[in-house]
């Protein structure tokens, strides 16, 4: 048995696509052709960490994230969540695992929250005073105590996704599938679910793994990411080493008492500006951060400071951009 | 088997409250249903008045057999009224859900709705068998009895077709419609039809043990006719077991691809 939370090796899966023919072609048979949606993947996950899973629409995540929760056969490969091989083992592994699709839900719509956290208790064979006490729980951390008795409909979208997360922890998993969690939320609601989930994570060990296509969902809940594009795995590494290694620059923010100042450094440009307060571009293959910070000491009457990695989105396009490179 | 009938029994629960969770509306469509039953029924009582007998039918068989339909397609839907939706979640994916779960997906997606008009469909037929169909409070367990079955044969058939999405997916609207082809052809007395007709509605389209066969098995006492209503629900449900689970690997969880060309 492995004593990898998640364990997939070689994963692909193809789709049959029929071309559509029309009223005409009605009695015709149609040309079939194979889609490979995953094309060999392979990766582990550790009990406890948070992995993000990114890649832009059609990469494979979604159907990466199905095979790993049983709902989908794979064409080939291996895998094993939480000790078991998925599609053979669906019911079992159901019980050590959350599921939240973000735009499916598992609630009932017109019924109290309460009411479906209790139904869902019960699917997973929870006796009455333990999922009581999980549900009190949950809804602490949570912060749904006050949503517990309305019904589905009368909650805003934010609401809502964190009484799925709750759904999706009645059972205590020890292994979290999130697809698209914060889809279409606000952005404090956003802000507000990703400490909920990081809270719960440190909490109770959870193994994470979600995808998004919202970067500050990676930053802010990840420690390790899997970047996927056409079905393939072009990166598996720490947060910190894909930034240091595919983006080599860092934003330095000066507020200062001159209204627009200008450091005529290599390596350094203005990334914009508005008055008394100019952010800079700074190579660090030309130019290390401290000599800039120390330049700009030395020159400006500088208020306030601020160091800044690059975002995320850049990192990624920066290594789509480096896979395409390399392809072509 | 008791954490089972615990698990089931929950799911009914919550669908029934879910479904009255608009109490006005909810009466509202049950009485409305209850009343569009009984006054249908006045085309028939209209047919029997210049025409007594239906090839040995009279007024009181075809309103036991409009009760029998009206209960068995009341269970149904008040029961397991997401029988209507499986085409549709098997097209757009919305049986990831159920497949997330710890327990075969087929009880929690067909208890997924219940339709508050069945109960107005099921109360209609007590009223229909002992009224208009001359029967006794005696025949009441019976009547129940081979309605239930024949509830559990209805829901068979639209689930089989609903299926049919798992492989042909441009069926969709066909299949999401069948249900009304099962209720028209219930809701007529089917010994008027040739032997071929009466073949295929005992075999391939088995309507006739939703609603011919436990009239016939009422009128004719016949304790065969009986068990074999009884045993067409056991077998087209398990066939209806079956092919759910066979179409569930061609499950492509709304990732199907159509090309245009």
């Not at chain 1, 889809?183 to 994570?201: M, N, P, Q, T, Y």
């Amino acid at each position: 048995m492995s004593s990898e939370a998640i364990l997939v090796e070689n994963l692909a899966k193809s789709f049959c696509a029929r071309r559509a023919l029309g009223f005409a072609g009605m009695f015709k048979k149609r040309p079939v052709t194979e889609v490979a949606a995953v094309r060999g993947i392979s990766f582990a996950i550790r009990p406890g960490e948070r992995v993000a899973f990114i890649g832009p629409n059609g990469a494979g995540k979604s159907t990466t994230l199905k095979m790993l929760t049983g709902i989908l056969t794979p064409s080939s490969g291996h895998a094993r969540v939480a000790g078991f091989v998925p599609w053979e083992e669906r019911q079992k592994l159901a019980r050590r695992i959350g599921i939240l699709f973000g735009q499916r839900s598992q609630l009932w719509y017109h019924l109290p929250v309460s009411d479906s956290l209790r139904l869902i208790a019960r699917i997973y064979g929870l006796e009455r005073h333990p999922a009581e006490t999980r549900l009190a729980r949950l809804a602490k951390t949570l912060a749904i105590e006050d949503l517990l008795e309305r019904p589905v409909s009368q909650l805003s979208l934010g609401q809502r996704l964190r009484c799925e997360i709750a759904a999706a922890l009645m059972h205590a998993p020890p292994i979290l599938l999130l697809d698209e969690p914060t889809i279409g939320l606000d952005v404090s609601a956003k802000a507000s679910l990703r400490d909920h989930l990081i809270e719960l994570s440190a909490e109770e060990g959870t193994t994470i793994l979600l995808t998004s296509h919202d970067t500050g969902d990676i930053e802010r809940i990840c420690e390790r990411a899997l970047v996927i594009d056409q079905g393939l795995l072009l990166l598996d590494q720490p947060l910190a080493a894909l930034r240091a290694q595919h983006l080599r620059h860092r934003v330095v923010t000066l507020m200062t008492e001159e209204e627009s100042p200008a450091l005529d450094l290599p390596g350094v440009v203005v990334a914009t500006r508005e008055p008394h307060r100019t952010s800079f571009a700074v190579d660090l293959d030309r130019i290390p951060v401290e000599r800039v910070i120390a330049t700009a000491l030395e020159r400006f009457a500088v208020k306030d400071l601020a160091i800044e990695n690059p975002p995320l989105d850049d990192v990624i396009r920066a290594i789509y951009q480096s896979a395409a490179a390399r392809a072509a | 088997m008791h954490q089972a009938l615990g698990y089931l029994g929950a799911l009914l629960a919550t669908n029934l409250k879910a479904g009255f969770a608009k109490p006005g509306a909810a009466v509202f469509q049950l009485v409305l249903m209850c009343l569009n039953n009984l006054v249908f029924f006045i085309v028939w009582a209209l047919y029997f008045d210049r025409f007594p007998d239906l090839r040995g039918w009279g007024r009181a068989d075809v309103a036991l057999l409009y009760g029998i339909t009206a209960f068995a397609f009341g269970l149904a839907m008040a029961v397991g009224g997401g029988v209507r939706d499986v085409a549709r979640a098997i097209n757009d994916g919305s049986l990831d859900v159920h497949l997330g779960r710890p327990r075969h997906p087929l009880p929690s997606l067909l208890m997924s709705r219940s339709i508050p008009s069945g109960i107005g469909d099921m109360l209609s037929a007590p009223v229909l068998w002992l009224w208009l169909g001359d029967r006794g409070l005696a025949d009441l367990p019976l009547l129940v009895l081979l309605s239930t079955a024949a509830g559990i044969v209805m829901m068979s058939i639209i689930l089989i077709a609903q299926c049919a999405v798992f492989w042909w997916p441009a069926l969709l609207r066909l299949a999401e419609q069948f249900w009304e082809v099962v209720i028209i052809i219930s809701v007529y007395p089917q010994h008027v039809f040739g032997a071929g007709i009466r073949l295929v509605l005992l075999t391939l389209l088995p309507i006739a043990f939703v609603s011919q066969l436990p009239v016939e098995a009422i009128r004719e006492a016949d304790a065969m006719k009986v068990l074999a209503v009884i045993a067409a629900a056991i077998l087209y449900g398990a066939l209806a077991v079956v092919i759910f689970d066979r179409g569930l690997r061609h499950y492509a969880s709304g990732n199907r691809l159509v090309v245009n060309r």
